[in-house]
């Protein structure tokens, strides 16, 4: 079975650029061994996360994210079982004035949750633009 989480959280310290980006290439890593396919996101001290695999795998490495002291305010907006994942890789990004163009990277993200149904896909959506809209870039 196959399975999706999606959620938002806050930072509990202010990363440096080096700091942050050691630590998404580090979970980009672990999930490509673990084939959870998705997207991570970090803002301004401000987490977006997509995880979709194996609903075991997904559930565990959930629960361990829930319990990191790295962040906090966890804002669970999708979890639900789904008939086939969307995503083709794991992606990471963090997003920056200057590194990305917003409508760019808007179409991006939207077309890789394409394959989802079209509730979820909505609902990704429009948090994934708030996320973004939120954010001073
Ligand atoms: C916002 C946030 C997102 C995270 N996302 C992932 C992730 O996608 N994959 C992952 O392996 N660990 C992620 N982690 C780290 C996990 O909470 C946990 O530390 C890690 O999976 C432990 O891996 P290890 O037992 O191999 O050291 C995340 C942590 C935070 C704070």
Redesign the pocket.
């Known amino acids: 079975m196959q399975h999706a989480i999606c959620y938002i959280?806050t930072a509990t310290k202010d990363f440096t650029e080096t700091g942050i980006r050691e630590l998404l290439n580090k979970?980009k890593e672990?999930?490509n061994r673990l084939n959870?396919k998705g997207l991570?996101l970090y803002s301004q001290g401000h987490?977006f996360?997509v995880?979709e695999g194996e609903k075991t795998t997904v559930m565990e490495?959930f629960n361990?994210?829930t319990t990191?002291s790295?962040?906090t305010g966890i804002i669970q907006i999708m979890g639900k079982d789904i008939t086939r994942g969307s995503f083709d890789d794991y992606r990471v990004e963090h997003l920056k004035e200057g590194n990305f163009s917003r409508p760019k990277i808007i179409s991006e993200y939207c077309e890789s949750v394409k394959g989802m149904d079209p509730e979820t896909q909505q609902q990704i959506k429009t948090m994934l633009q708030s996320f973004i809209d939120t954010q001073v870039l």
Do not use: E, G, T, V
Request: net charge positive.
């Open positions: 959280s979970w672990k999930n959870i991570l987490f996360q995880l490495l361990s994210i990191d790295r962040h």
